[in-house]
């Protein structure tokens, strides 16, 4: 049983329980002002160097002028010369310049999946991607408290929707207008849309996708691989209704896949050991390899409260590399 087959008829008895998707074009709540006031003394930190011109909480390569001492070399004339260390001269004449490492903020690239499979959410539930685009608004609420600069990409079969990084509060309205209005519903190529991206991100920084990682995991980790070459920290959130880690009790079901709509039925019982092991395959796997890669790695139940997934990107630089909770 192909995992990325998605519980959305259920059949039993001659009835048929479906749980409606979202509504294409219709807008849902997602964050309140007051909710995410709750949020606003979180803040997270990271011990890589970024790139930046503003001033901020993280390294930078550049050499500036904070108090954080570098290192010297010889002055040039044109440079600025109330940074010559006259001390160094009294003992060598020779003049030298001091420079510093300048603090600065950090580019944060959010990339939420917006293909069809992010529209499931089993009986009584949200659909994945609301809780998906609700994790993605708490985090840019947070890097703009912290003065970082948050850009957003809603992925599927490639690049949909971007908006570039900024750190304004009209910014961040912006995209939460913009997680707002989407409606899940392109096929999945995670790869192709990170191609993309790797096109469009100029400036190194923090990568944070939130997907349920129904796709080619080889072609997505490749595709990762070009970021982590170029400096980005990288997270994966990987997002699972309950009905996917774990088959509902039911005498048969109709399996249909939301992104071509190919239709299976089959009796629970009679898969749900194999399905089990692949689901668990799959995940571990991902885990697995976000060691090996030095990506982050945090499975979320949609069923959890919000903070959950917060802490998790808190904590990324504290806790081991692949979390599965």
Not at 1 to 21: D, E, Q
Not at 39 to 47: D, P, R
Request: hydrophobic share 35%; charged share 25%; proline share 5%.
């Amino acid at each position: 049983m192909n995992p990325n087959k998605l519980i959305l008829h259920t059949v039993s008895g001659g009835r048929r329980v479906r749980t409606p998707p979202l509504p294409p074009g219709k807008r849902f709540p997602l964050l309140s002002p007051s909710e995410l006031e709750r949020y606003k003394n979180l803040y997270t930190f990271t011990k890589m160097r970024v790139e930046g011109h503003l001033s901020g909480r993280h390294k930078s390569p550049f050499q500036g002028s904070s108090s954080d001492f570098a290192d010297y070399h010889e002055y040039s004339p044109g440079q600025d010369v109330s940074r010559i260390d006259w001390r160094v001269y009294g003992r060598s004449r020779r003049l030298y310049v001091r420079r510093f490492e300048e603090e600065t903020d950090m580019a944060i690239y959010l990339l939420v999946d917006v293909s069809a499979s992010m529209n499931y959410g089993g009986s009584g539930r949200m659909p994945k991607f609301i809780h998906a685009a609700r994790l993605a608004a708490a985090i840019a609420y947070l890097a703009v408290r912290q003065r970082d600069k948050v850009a957003l990409g809603l992925v599927g079969k490639e690049l949909r929707n971007y908006c570039k990084a900024g750190g304004s509060r009209l910014h961040l309205q912006n995209l939460l207008q913009m997680l707002e209005s989407v409606y899940p519903a392109q096929s999945t190529s995670l790869a192709t849309a990170l191609h993309n991206c790797a096109e469009v991100f100029r400036r190194r920084g923090r990568l944070v996708l939130i997907s349920d990682f129904h796709d080619d995991l080889d072609a997505v980790l490749d595709a990762l691989g070009h970021f982590r070459h170029r400096g980005f920290e990288i997270q994966l959130y990987q997002i699972l209704d309950p009905d996917e880690l774990k088959l509902p009790r039911s005498a048969a079901v109709e399996f249909i896949d939301m992104e071509n709509h190919e239709r299976v039925r089959a009796d629970i019982d009679e898969i749900r050991k194999l399905y089990m092991q692949r689901i668990q395959d799959v995940i571990r796997r991902l885990g697995d390899e976000s060691v090996r890669r030095h990506f982050f790695h945090h499975l979320v139940n949609p069923n959890s409260p919000l903070h959950s997934g917060l802490e998790a990107y808190l904590n990324a630089g504290k806790r081991p590399p692949s979390i599965l909770a």
